[in-house]
């Protein structure tokens, strides 16, 4: 009788405990210990999307944030323009989320320049999927009727021979970009400057001018300088629609937007070619929900893993947090990301944060260090302040609001 009444009870005390099981990881405090245990990452928006905290208490346990900090740093944010947003997503909870005006939560607003990190991401998954044509990896020569289209041919420059994809990457190709550039002394104003905003590809290898700017020529040797150039990136472009015969968009569909549950996202086109097709404008265009841009910084986060899968190689996802070594001249720009060495370039955010950035204040920040992805999505019309004031601004006031994490992370 002993014998029954001892498995009896070490049955039902398996019984409390199971229930007990159950009851704890069904609250959040539960979800956060099955965190600890296997990575969290969240599923499409239409099955559930991001785990979420509302509660102060939750935000400042679980997440550890201090959410009247949070609300400083979105009066910041508001009053950039009447149509602004911000997310904030640490150690896997959304624990912040505001909008105002035109954005949403399903809406679809340009977040401009910040499609080029996009289409680096792109280019690095296809060096690793066909090896056999990388096989020097970024120090590839990609100038060449093997990597690009026909139309890009004869080269109208032929320094364009020597340029290499992680010049590219890193505009320090020579193409023709932005004012002010840099080379070895520091700044310099070329003349022209190379096209920028919307323009056909035909144009980005130099074939005809755009508006007053020009690609015809180099500005310097390849590997001389940094120019921010759009049409060194809507060259990347046309690498990967020649290689893969889909166009950025539709590559990215496959290989990054589907596996990591972006849904109802936009990515225009570039103005017509003398044939009159269409490309992918990866120089900028993209349109992401706002919370499917924050799954874009959170698969950055893991390293460019999602779940158990690898979906950007990881050597290239470290290499986007660091300096690249294809870029000696300008130390706020890596691998088509804004960077952060030396705290210089966002002054009040850890060293190693890095960000997607564009037009109009639109950015996917990363900080590896406080395990955290920020969002903002919106126009800046009532800013008064230069774009990078305004860029640090955005991201110290998220960072202010972080606490010293509980798990160590």
Same mark, same amino acid.
Not at 207 to 224: E, I, M, N, V
């Given at each position: 009788?002993?014998?029954?009444?001892?498995?009896?009870?070490?049955?039902?005390?398996?019984?409390?405990?199971?229930?007990?099981?159950?009851?704890?990881?069904?609250?959040?405090?539960?979800?956060?210990?099955?965190?600890?245990?296997?990575?969290?990452?969240?599923?499409?928006?239409?099955?559930?999307?991001?785990?979420?905290?509302?509660?102060?208490?939750?935000?400042?346990?679980?997440?550890?944030?201090?959410?009247?900090?949070?609300?400083?740093?979105?009066?910041?944010?508001?009053?950039?323009?009447?149509?602004?947003?911000?997310?904030?997503?640490?150690?896997?909870?959304?624990?912040?989320?505001?909008?105002?005006?035109?954005?949403?939560?399903?809406?679809?607003?340009?977040?401009?320049?910040?499609?080029?990190?996009?289409?680096?991401?792109?280019?690095?998954?296809?060096t690793d999927k066909m090896p056999e044509l990388f096989p020097k990896k970024l120090d590839q020569l990609v100038c060449d009727p093997t990597y690009l289209p026909q139309d890009a041919f004869p080269l109208t420059d032929p320094r364009k021979a020597r340029v290499k994809? /992680?010049?590219?990457?890193?505009?320090?190709?020579?193409?023709? @970009?932005?004012?002010? #550039? =840099?080379?070895? +002394? !520091?700044? &310099?104003?070329?003349?022209?400057?190379?096209?920028?905003?919307?323009?056909?590809?035909?144009?980005?290898?130099?074939?005809?001018?755009?508006? /007053?700017?020009?690609?015809?020529?180099?500005?310097?040797?390849? @590997?001389?300088?940094? #120019? =921010?150039?759009? +049409? !060194?990136? &809507?060259?990347?472009?046309?690498?990967?629609?020649?290689?893969?015969?889909?166009?950025?968009?539709?590559?990215?569909?496959?290989?990054?937007?589907?596996?990591?549950?972006?849904?109802?996202w936009k990515w225009y086109g570039n103005p017509a070619e003398p044939d009159g097709s269409r490309h992918t404008k990866c120089q900028g265009g993209i349109e992401p929900r706002p919370r499917d841009a924050l799954r874009f910084g959170y698969l950055l986060l893991h390293?460019?893993?999602?779940?158990?899968?690898?979906?950007?190689?990881?050597?290239?996802?470290?290499?986007?947090?660091?300096?690249?070594?294809?870029?000696?001249?300008?130390?706020?720009?890596?691998?088509?990301?804004?960077?952060?060495?030396?705290?210089?370039?966002?002054?009040?955010?850890?060293?190693?944060?890095?960000?997607?950035?564009?037009?109009?204040?639109?950015?996917?920040?990363?900080?590896?260090?406080?395990?955290?992805?920020?969002?903002?999505?919106?126009?800046?019309?009532?800013?008064?302040?230069?774009?990078?004031?305004?860029?640090?601004?955005?991201?110290?006031?998220?960072?202010?609001?972080?606490?010293?994490?509980?798990?160590?992370?």
């Amino acid at each position: 009788m002993k014998e029954i009444s001892l498995a009896r009870m070490t049955v039902g005390i398996g019984i409390v405990i199971m229930f007990s099981t159950l009851a704890l990881f069904g609250t959040p405090a539960g979800a956060a210990a099955l965190s600890e245990q296997k990575t969290y990452f969240p599923p499409p928006e239409s099955k559930g999307g991001w785990r979420t905290l509302t509660r102060t208490s939750d935000i400042r346990k679980l997440a550890r944030m201090d959410k009247r900090k949070l609300d400083e740093a979105w009066e910041y944010v508001r009053r950039l323009d009447e149509n602004s947003s911000l997310l904030v997503v640490r150690h896997g909870w959304l624990c912040y989320e505001k909008y105002q005006g035109a954005v949403t939560p399903t809406s679809n607003r340009d977040m401009h320049s910040c499609g080029k990190a996009f289409t680096g991401v792109a280019v690095a998954i296809l060096t690793d999927k066909m090896p056999e044509l990388f096989p020097k990896k970024l120090d590839q020569l990609v100038c060449d009727p093997t990597y690009l289209p026909q139309d890009a041919f004869p080269l109208t420059d032929p320094r364009k021979a020597r340029v290499k994809l /992680g010049q590219l990457l890193s505009h320090t190709s020579g193409i023709r @970009g932005n004012n002010p #550039s =840099y080379g070895p +002394a !520091g700044k &310099v104003m070329i003349k022209p400057a190379g096209p920028d905003g919307s323009f056909p590809e035909h144009s980005a290898f130099g074939k005809a001018d755009w508006r /007053g700017t020009s690609a015809k020529t180099l500005w310097t040797d390849p @590997g001389g300088g940094y #120019s =921010y150039a759009s +049409a !060194g990136v &809507v060259i990347l472009g046309a690498m990967v629609r020649k290689l893969t015969g889909k166009e950025v968009a539709d590559y990215m569909r496959e290989k990054v937007f589907d596996p990591i549950g972006w849904e109802g996202w936009k990515w225009y086109g570039n103005p017509a070619e003398p044939d009159g097709s269409r490309h992918t404008k990866c120089q900028g265009g993209i349109e992401p929900r706002p919370r499917d841009a924050l799954r874009f910084g959170y698969l950055l986060l893991h390293l460019g893993r999602w779940n158990e899968e690898q979906i950007i190689p990881q050597w290239y996802a470290r290499m986007m947090r660091t300096s690249s070594p294809y870029n000696p001249y300008y130390p706020g720009y890596g691998l088509l990301v804004v960077i952060n060495p030396g705290g210089k370039k966002l002054p009040s955010a850890p060293r190693g944060t890095y960000a997607a950035s564009g037009a109009a204040n639109n950015h996917i920040f990363v900080v590896p260090s406080l395990d955290m992805v920020v969002v903002r999505i919106g126009d800046r019309g009532r800013a008064r302040e230069p774009f990078d004031v305004v860029q640090d601004k955005i991201i110290g006031g998220v960072v202010k609001a972080a606490l010293p994490s509980e798990s160590g992370k």
